[in-house]
């Protein structure tokens, strides 16, 4: 079993940048998917970003494109979501989650099976 915990949320002036880490407990193989994803107020939770457990392969949302990174530091079992260019839209509660599967990246939510508390970011405009 994985326990993902989040880390880095906080409150940026829009145009500003944040950097979430996921450091995942809990097994001895970390050698599994990672994604983010994320829940504004009112709205259902979506898919952000995710990465492969070699890091060879991320993927994105289209919303985030070109202003996020993923990452991640096997030897520290850390995932890292680097976020600049930050709008008043990315406000959200972000999560991390591991996978079920084994090889590539997804951003289906459904494929994930372990999750983090969460983290608050608020972007003010």
């Known amino acids: 079993q994985v326990q993902p915990v989040e880390s880095g949320g906080g409150l940026v002036q829009a145009g500003g940048s944040l950097r979430l880490s996921c450091a995942a407990s809990?097994?001895?193989?970390?050698?599994?998917?990672m994604g983010w994803f994320r829940q504004a107020p009112g709205k259902e939770r979506e898919s952000v970003a995710a990465i492969s457990w070699s890091g060879g392969s991320t993927s994105y949302a289209d919303s985030v494109k070109g202003r996020f990174t993923i990452s991640r530091d096997n030897a520290k079992n850390t995932v890292y979501l680097q976020m600049n260019s930050l709008k008043p839209e990315d406000t959200a509660v972000y999560y991390c989650?591991?996978?079920?599967?084994?090889?590539?990246?997804?951003?289906?939510?459904?494929?994930?099976?372990?999750w983090g508390q969460g983290t608050q970011v608020t972007v003010s405009s």
């Open positions: 989650a591991a996978a079920s599967f084994r090889f590539g990246s997804s951003l289906a939510e459904s494929r994930y099976n372990y």
């Open positions: 809990g097994r001895t193989d970390n050698r599994i998917p």
